[in-house]
């Protein structure tokens, strides 16, 4: 899982988790998910992402659901 792709940068979204620094929030790729879209739907209705922001978006829950300490490094 590549977490570098996951940014979190004060001056974006008040710091919340993003994917490289886009105003697109881990959370909002993650209710997409939740919302039974498949990757390929989030893909199209968002062309800047690619496969690998989605899998770091949930590679990034999954570590946040056991309670793991992230450092992120502030970009």
């Known amino acids: 899982m590549n977490l570098e792709r996951i ?4 001056a974006v979204l008040s710091g919340k988790p993003c994917i490289r620094g886009l105003r697109v929030t881990v959370a909002n790729v ?3 998910l939740a919302n039974h879209r498949t990757p390929e739907q989030i893909l199209a209705a968002f062309p800047y ?3 690998a922001d ?3 978006c949930l ?3 999954a570590l946040r659901v056991d309670d793991d300490e992230l450092v ?3 970009t």
Do not use: H, N
């Open 49 to 51: 992402l690619e496969a």
């Open 7 to 10: 940014t979190l940068d004060p």
């Open 59 to 61: 590679g990034y829950a």
């Open 54 to 56: 989605i899998d770091a």
């Open 30 to 32: 993650l209710r997409q």
């Open 72 to 74: 992120m490094a502030s």
